[in-house]
């Protein structure tokens, strides 16, 4: 039986509707699948390809319009331009600390507070579950002054605290969400363990941190990938929260990106060195590091995703 | 970074996260020490409690307390001084203004509602689409699906935003904008011309939104169980008809949720037209923090609004499998 629904499995896919076909038609099937996928995916790459390909070129390239993806020479000196523009590592430095430390303080105290209102009954459990839907709908800019003076108070402006703190109560950017996702993928989970470990003694702080997190690992990735990717390409706090520009993140170094590199070229009477091409160059080295992560887990980011059960 | 005057609100704050559940955990110890006898009901309850308690202080700390002063706030008149702010008492005025005065929240707040309205059907079906296309078992299917995901990673990033802000978006798609704009003049009236060239426009970046949606289809197409599709396939259904009658509804929680977050997405993008201008009006052209925040409260009370018609009119679209 087992055996009969996986050959099933195998021959149908996932839609399984394509067996009573020709083999013509399928064919044709498989062939426009593929035309399709093929161009989505080109419209996600291009911008990417884009900028990859004129952050080589030269002055020269970028007016010639016979030049169109390959530059002449790959003009390397737009990256060079580009991180000392930046303060690259200084800034990647600021951008790591920030979003690692957030991802990290998220990944737990998300997958800590949703355990309890995926698996244990409690009077007003479902209405501070709303609670927190509630919060994903509020948007940053309604609540950012009361916010900014709060914080300033505490003396937290030009730290890494205003990221940091609220993630560790499980708030902070799109906090909400992770919690919603790590209780769809807690709720379904087997009872039996838990009511093993509470029997063998387990308080529920070792329930949680010794039985169930350990098996959340396919939510764990998927949250901890997304909270990384979107504090690094968060624009709009760290605007209100950073002045000093030695905090700066990425993206805040190459929004003033410009300026600071006239002023730097300036003395150098080497002006037209800057251009589109260098900034393109910088945008690369902004969005590189996560696209790597990216590729590099991307196997298990995809797998995780079918193991969620992110939807019910 | 200098840690010498933060560091003994970030011990507090810190150390709070840690003491509310610690609190909670005690309470029960001591309870049972002293030789209460506890109902299980009770037990559990302060189990719950002890893993949601670092949620409610940050919630309290952090959204319903600066929640309540934007609220306050709204209904005052900010001057902001060398040492403080001055709040004057002027009751509804804030909220009358933008249907007042302000010539420019009210158009950028119906242009953000009509783009939404005419980006979630888009974003959707093209979402389920490609997802659909991507489940099904091929050659080359772990490519697609990460170059697919891939906006989710980069497509929040303000330099992807500023890329399409200078047109390299339509050069995507290929469609010349010059020609197009020709043949759509001619054939449609003004205002219906100017909405299909901006939706052409928008195109691709409504496309660089879809990450999300199409992660979300693909594990909730893989959920459907295929039981269910292979009894339809005996009983003689065509694969159209299985798309329709079984997999469409068993997937209508999931297009819910899509929904949602789609709504969500937009209405709170930093990037959206009317937070820009809330943001402007409130942080750095005249700092009327009264205003901004009465303007913050209405945008908020519209997404509310959005929402409950959403969940409303969905509830008697969505199929639940497991419901009797």
Same mark, same amino acid.
């Given at each position: 039986?087992?055996?009969?629904?996986?050959?099933?499995?195998?021959?149908?896919?996932?839609?399984?509707?394509?067996?009573?076909?020709?083999?013509?038609?399928?064919?044709?099937?498989?062939?426009?699948?593929?035309?399709?996928?093929?161009?989505?995916?080109?419209?996600?790459?291009?911008?990417?390809?884009?900028?990859?390909?004129?952050?080589?070129?030269?002055?020269?390239?970028?007016?010639?319009?016979?030049?169109?993806?390959?530059?002449?020479?790959?003009?390397?000196?737009?990256?060079?331009?580009?991180?000392?523009?930046?303060?690259?590592?200084?800034?990647?430095?600021?951008?790591?600390?920030?979003?690692?430390?957030?991802?990290?303080?998220?990944?737990?105290?998300?997958?800590?507070?949703?355990?309890?209102?995926?698996?244990?009954?409690?009077?007003?459990?479902?209405?501070?579950?709303?609670?927190?839907?509630?919060?994903?709908?509020?948007?940053?800019?309604?609540?950012?002054?009361?916010?900014?003076?709060?914080?300033?108070?505490?003396?937290?402006?030009?730290?890494?605290?205003?990221?940091?703190?609220?993630?560790?109560?499980?708030?902070?950017?799109?906090?909400?969400?992770?919690?919603?996702?790590?209780?769809?993928?807690?709720?379904?989970?087997?009872?039996?363990?838990?009511?093993?470990?509470?029997?063998?003694?387990?308080?529920?702080?070792?329930?949680?941190?010794?039985?169930?997190?350990?098996?959340?690992?396919?939510?764990?990735?998927?949250?901890?990938?997304?909270?990384?990717?979107?504090?690094?390409?968060?624009?709009?706090?760290?605007?209100?929260?950073?002045?000093?520009?030695?905090?700066?993140?990425?993206?805040?170094?190459?929004?003033?990106?410009?300026?600071?590199?006239?002023?730097?070229?300036?003395?150098?009477?080497?002006?037209?060195?800057?251009?589109?091409?260098?900034?393109?160059?910088?945008?690369?080295?902004?969005?590189?590091?996560?696209?790597?992560?990216?590729?590099?887990?991307?196997?298990?980011?995809?797998?995780?995703?079918?193991?969620?059960?992110?939807?019910? | 970074?200098?840690?010498? %005057?933060?560091?003994?609100?970030?011990?507090?704050?810190?150390?709070?996260?840690?003491?509310?559940?610690?609190?909670?955990?005690?309470?029960?110890?001591?309870?049972?020490?002293?030789?209460?006898?506890?109902?299980?009901?009770?037990?559990?309850?302060? %189990?719950?409690?002890?893993?949601?308690?670092?949620?409610?202080?940050?919630?309290?700390?952090?959204?319903?307390?600066?929640?309540?002063?934007?609220?306050?706030?709204?209904?005052?008149?900010?001057?902001?001084?060398?040492?403080?702010?001055?709040?004057?008492?002027?009751?509804?005025?804030?909220?009358?203004?933008?249907?007042?005065?302000?010539?420019?929240?009210?158009?950028?707040?119906?242009?953000?509602?009509?783009?939404?309205?005419? %980006?979630?059907?888009?974003?959707?079906?093209?979402?389920?689409?490609?997802?659909?296309?991507?489940?099904?078992?091929?050659?080359?299917?772990?490519?697609?699906?990460?170059?697919?995901?891939?906006?989710?990673?980069?497509?929040?990033?303000?330099?992807?935003?500023?890329?399409?802000?200078?047109?390299?978006?339509?050069?995507?798609?290929?469609?010349?904008?010059?020609?197009?704009?020709?043949?759509?003049?001619?054939?449609?009236?003004?205002?219906?011309?100017?909405?299909?060239?901006?939706?052409?426009?928008?195109?691709?970046?409504?496309?660089?939104?879809?990450?999300?949606?199409?992660?979300?289809?693909?594990?909730?197409?893989?959920?459907?169980?295929?039981?269910?599709?292979?009894?339809?396939?005996?009983?003689?259904?065509?694969?159209?008809?299985?798309?329709?009658?079984?997999?469409?509804?068993?997937?209508?929680?999931?297009?819910?949720?899509?929904?949602?977050?789609?709504?969500?997405?937009?209405?709170?993008?930093?990037?959206?037209?009317?937070?820009?201008?809330?943001?402007?009006?409130?942080?750095?052209? %005249?700092?009327?923090?009264?205003?901004?925040?009465?303007?913050?409260?209405?945008?908020?009370?519209?997404?509310?609004?959005?929402?409950?018609?959403?969940?409303?009119?969905?509830?008697?679209?969505?199929?639940?499998?497991?419901?009797?």
């Amino acid at each position: 039986m087992a055996d009969s629904v996986f050959v099933i499995r195998q021959r149908t896919g996932v839609l399984g509707a394509l067996t009573s076909r020709k083999w013509w038609e399928l064919v044709f099937l498989r062939i426009a699948t593929y035309i399709i996928l093929i161009n989505v995916c080109f419209v996600f790459l291009f911008p990417v390809i884009y900028m990859f390909s004129t952050s080589l070129k030269t002055v020269a390239d970028l007016a010639d319009l016979t030049v169109l993806w390959i530059p002449r020479t790959f003009f390397w000196r737009n990256y060079e331009l580009a991180i000392s523009g930046m303060l690259y590592w200084q800034a990647a430095r600021n951008s790591i600390i920030i979003s690692l430390g957030s991802g990290i303080l998220q990944t737990v105290a998300c997958s800590f507070v949703a355990y309890g209102f995926a698996r244990i009954p409690f009077p007003g459990r479902d209405i501070l579950f709303l609670l927190v839907l509630f919060t994903f709908l509020v948007p940053p800019q309604t609540i950012i002054v009361p916010l900014f003076i709060l914080y300033r108070n505490l003396g937290f402006m030009d730290t890494y605290f205003p990221f940091l703190i609220p993630a560790l109560f499980g708030h902070g950017l799109r906090g909400a969400l992770f919690i919603l996702v790590f209780r769809q993928f807690f709720r379904n989970l087997p009872y039996e363990l838990e009511d093993a470990a509470r029997i063998d003694g387990a308080g529920p702080f070792s329930v949680y941190w010794r039985i169930m997190l350990p098996l959340a690992t396919p939510a764990i990735i998927v949250v901890f990938l997304f909270s990384l990717v979107w504090h690094w390409n968060d624009f709009f706090e760290p605007t209100i929260y950073l002045f000093d520009q030695n905090n700066f993140t990425l993206p805040l170094r190459l929004s003033i990106l410009s300026a600071a590199l006239l002023q730097m070229l300036a003395g150098q009477g080497a002006g037209d060195e800057f251009n589109e091409a260098v900034i393109m160059a910088a945008s690369f080295l902004v969005i590189m590091p996560p696209l790597i992560i990216y590729l590099f887990t991307q196997r298990y980011f995809v797998e995780s995703v079918d193991r969620t059960g992110l939807v019910e | 970074m200098q840690f010498e %005057d933060n560091f003994f609100w970030v011990a507090v704050l810190t150390g709070l996260a840690f003491v509310v559940p610690a609190c909670i955990l005690s309470i029960r110890v001591i309870l049972s020490a002293v030789g209460v006898r506890l109902t299980y009901k009770f037990q559990r309850a302060m %189990d719950g409690y002890f893993y949601i308690s670092t949620w409610i202080v940050g919630f309290l700390i952090f959204l319903a307390w600066p929640l309540f002063q934007s609220l306050y706030v709204s209904f005052h008149n900010v001057k902001i001084t060398s040492s403080e702010l001055k709040l004057t008492f002027i009751g509804w005025e804030n909220y009358a203004e933008p249907f007042l005065e302000d010539i420019h929240f009210l158009p950028l707040f119906t242009k953000t509602v009509a783009n939404l309205l005419s %980006d979630l059907p888009i974003i959707l079906v093209f979402s389920l689409f490609v997802s659909i296309l991507v489940v099904q078992e091929m050659p080359g299917r772990g490519i697609f699906r990460m170059l697919l995901f891939m906006p989710v990673v980069i497509g929040s990033a303000i330099v992807i935003r500023r890329l399409f802000g200078e047109g390299v978006s339509t050069e995507a798609i290929g469609v010349s904008v010059q020609t197009l704009s020709e043949v759509v003049f001619t054939y449609l009236q003004g205002t219906i011309a100017d909405w299909v060239l901006d939706l052409v426009n928008r195109v691709t970046l409504v496309l660089w939104r879809t990450g999300v949606q199409i992660l979300i289809f693909v594990a909730g197409l893989h959920s459907v169980p295929i039981t269910m599709r292979e009894a339809a396939k005996t009983d003689g259904a065509s694969g159209w008809q299985i798309f329709w009658r079984i997999t469409l509804p068993m997937l209508s929680p999931v297009i819910l949720v899509n929904v949602v977050y789609t709504i969500v997405d937009s209405f709170t993008d930093p990037f959206n037209e009317v937070l820009t201008y809330i943001q402007t009006v409130g942080l750095t052209r %005249d700092f009327r923090l009264g205003y901004a925040a009465a303007l913050g409260w209405m945008y908020f009370a519209s997404i509310f609004l959005f929402m409950a018609l959403a969940l409303l009119i969905s509830s008697r679209f969505v199929f639940y499998a497991g419901e009797r």
